[in-house]
C-alpha cells in the first residue's frame, strides 16, 4: 500500500491529503501538523477577533472528525523535525518530548509561512503580537481580553494590517496604523491606496506613512513606538503585519532547492527536483502566468490549488498547477479594494510596455436605488492591447471581487483589451449597466491609446451610464 505523508495541515496539506483520497482510495495518508488545528481558515482570524465571528471553532474548513472519517490520520501537535530524503522518511517529535520515524513513499511538505520579525528593538516585548495561526490569534484574544486596551499600533499597512485596524476598531479600541511606504495597501497604485487611506479616516484610524519603525519601548504599562527621529505612537499593545516569509528550514535543511525568497523552488507538477517529493502553499514560488520568472505569492487559493494537484500527482497523476495572476481583494470597513495581473510598475519592469487609465463609474443604473461609484485602474500593453492588470475600488455592495474576477479568468486567455470590452456580462438596472465598468475601463484605454499619448498616462473618464 502506497503510503503518502504531508507535513503542514493548513490550506495546502489538507487541500493534498482530500486529493490523494479522491484519486487512491486504498493509499494510506498521514498529515504531520507542528500545531492542534487542522484545516482552519486563518484567513477568518481578523472576523474572528473583531467579534464578526463569535466562535473561533466556526474557523475551521472542515472538523477534525470529518477529515478522519476520509481515511486520513492526522498526527497533531507532531513537529517534523528533520526529512531523510535518502531513506525516504520523516522524523518528527512531540510536545513532550516522544520522537518517531514515519516512512514514506511519496512526501508532500506544506509547512507554510511565518510572520516576517524585521529588525525592530523590542519586538520581543510583552504586548507585541503577530498574527499567523490560531495560537497567535488566542494570544492576541486573551490579551485584548484581560488588558485594559485603548489604542493599538499596527506596524505594516498591507491587507493584514488593514483588516486589523478594522476588527480592533469594532471592538472600539482607537488603532494607529503605520506604514513604512508612502501610502497604505502597496499591492494596488497609490490612488487607489490614498482613497483606502480616506475610508481609514472616515473611520478615526490614525495613519502615519513614510514611518519606518526602528524600536519599541516599555514605559511602565505602556508602549512608545518609534522611528528613529522621533515617537510614532503611545499604545497598550502592538501588532507587527509586515508580510511572511516561506517556513523551508527544513526543506534547505534536507537539501531541496530554494528560490525567491528562499522558498522551495518546484516545477508546474508540484514537484521538487527530488523523486517522490512535492511542495505546495506558502512555502512555495509560485509560477505567475504573466511574468516568466516564478514569484513568491503566499495566498491562500493558490495555497489551495497547490495543495490539490499535489495531492493529485503525489497519487500518481500527471495534473498541471495553472499558475497564479496575483488576484486578491480585501474588505477595509465598508470598502472593497481588488486586484489581479500586474501594477504598472511591475509590467514595466517585466519588459511589457504598459498603459494605464483610471475611470469613475456607477456600479449601477443611477436612476436605480443605492447606485455607488467604484474607481477601475485597468493597465495593457500600449503595444499589443493585451491586458496585464487591473485594480478596482468600491463598496461592499459593487461586486468588486466578482468583476476582478472577469479580469482574471480573462488572463487564462491572454485576453486583449477590445476583447475584454466584447464580452457579454450580464446586465439588470440594480445590478449593472449595458457596460459594465470594465468595459467603460477597457474603452477608455481604447481611446487613450488612440490619442497616441507617448507617455504613461491617467485619465479620468465619468460617466452615468
Ligand atoms: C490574518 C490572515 C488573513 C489572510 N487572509 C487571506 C485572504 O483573505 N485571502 C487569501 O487568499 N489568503 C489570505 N491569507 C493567507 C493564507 O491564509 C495563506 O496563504 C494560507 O494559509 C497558506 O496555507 P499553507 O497551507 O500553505 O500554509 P500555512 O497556513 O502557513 O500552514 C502551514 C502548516 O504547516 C504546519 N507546519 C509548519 N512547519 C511544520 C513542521 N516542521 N512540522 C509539522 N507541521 C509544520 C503548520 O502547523 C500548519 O499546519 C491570510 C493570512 C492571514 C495570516
Avoid at 265 to 288: F, S
Avoid at 306 to 311: D, E, I
Amino acid at each position: 500500500m502506497t503510503q503518502i505523508v504531508i507535513v503542514g495541515g493548513s490550506d495546502a496539506g489538507i487541500s493534498a491529503a482530500l486529493r490523494v483520497r479522491e484519486v487512491d482510495a486504498a493509499c494510506q495518508i498521514s498529515v504531520v501538523v507542528a500545531d492542534a488545528f487542522p484545516n482552519y481558515s486563518i484567513c477568518g482570524l481578523p472576523y474572528y477577533l473583531s467579534g464578526e465571528v463569535r466562535d473561533w471553532r466556526a474557523l475551521a474548513h472542515r472538523t477534525r472528525a470529518e477529515i478522519e472519517a476520509g481515511g486520513v490520520t492526522l498526527l497533531l501537535e507532531h513537529t517534523a523535525t528533520h526529512l531523510d530524503l535518502a531513506h525516504c522518511a520523516v522524523h518528527t517529535q512531540t510536545a513532550n518530548g516522544s520522537e518517531r520515524v514515519i516512512p514514506y513513499d511519496r512526501l508532500i511538505l506544506a509547512t507554510g509561512a511565518t510572520p516576517r520579525r524585521p529588525p525592530i528593538s523590542g519586538i520581543e516585548l510583552e504586548g507585541v503580537f503577530f498574527l499567523h495561526s490560531m495560537k497567535s490569534s488566542f494570544q492576541l484574544q486573551r490579551y485584548l481580553s484581560t488588558h485594559r486596551t485603548r489604542h493599538v499600533a499596527i506596524i505594516g499597512g498591507g491587507y493584514i494590517g488593514l483588516e486589523m485596524a478594522e476588527a480592533l476598531t469594532h471592538r472600539g479600541i482607537h488603532v494607529i496604523l503605520l506604514q513604512r511606504g508612502a501610502s497604505v495597501l502597496s499591492t494596488v497604485d497609490s490612488s487607489i491606496g490614498a482613497r483606502v487611506r480616506e475610508t481609514l479616516d472616515r473611520h478615526r484610524v490614525d495613519v502615519t506613512t513614510n514611518a519606518p519603525v526602528v524600536a519599541i519601548e516599555r514605559h511602565g504599562r505602556r508602549l512608545r513606538v518609534r522611528s528613529a527621529a522621533t515617537t510614532l505612537a503611545e499604545c497598550d499593545a502592538v501588532l507587527v503585519a509586515t508580510g511572511v516569509k516561506p517556513e523551508t528550514a527544513l526543506a534547505q535543511t534536507a537539501g531541496l532547492s530554494l528560490g525567491a525568497q528562499e522558498a522551495i523552488v518546484v516545477d508546474e507538477r508540484m514537484a521538487t527536483a527530488q523523486p517522490g517529493v512535492y511542495a505546495a502553499g506558502d512555502c512555495i514560488v509560485t509560477h505567475h502566468r504573466l511574468l516568466s520568472e516564478p514569484r513568491y505569492l503566499p495566498l491562500g487559493t493558490t495555497a489551495h490549488k497547490q495543495g490539490r494537484v499535489a495531492g493529485e500527482n503525489a497519487a500518481g497523476g500527471a495534473r498541471v498547477f495553472a499558475g497564479s495572476v496575483g488576484t486578491q481583494v480585501v474588505r477595509v470597513f465598508e470598502t472593497v479594494i481588488a486586484r489581479t495581473g500586474l501594477l504598472e510598475r511591475e509590467a514595466s519592469a517585466a519588459g511589457y510596455s504598459p498603459l494605464t487609465v483610471e475611470i469613475t463609474t456607477w456600479d449601477h443604473k443611477v436612476y436605480s436605488l443605492g447606485a455607488q461609484e467604484l474607481v477601475v485602474r485597468l493597465t495593457a500593453d500600449r503595444d499589443t492591447g493585451r491586458v496585464l492588470g487591473a485594480q478596482m475600488l468600491g463598496s461592499l455592495n459593487s461586486a468588486i471581487a466578482k468583476r476582478i474576477d472577469v479580469v482574471a479568468a480573462g488572463f487564462h486567455a491572454g485576453i486583449m483589451v477590445d476583447q475584454l470590452n466584447d464580452l457579454d456580462l450580464s446586465y439588470t438596472p440594480p445590478l449593472g449597466s449595458p457596460w459594465d465598468p470594465l468595459q467603460v475601463a477597457a474603452q477608455a484605454w481604447l481611446a487613450e491609446r488612440a490619442a497616441g499619448h507617448a507617455a504613461p498616462l491617467t485619465s479620468a473618464a465619468r460617466t452615468a451610464e
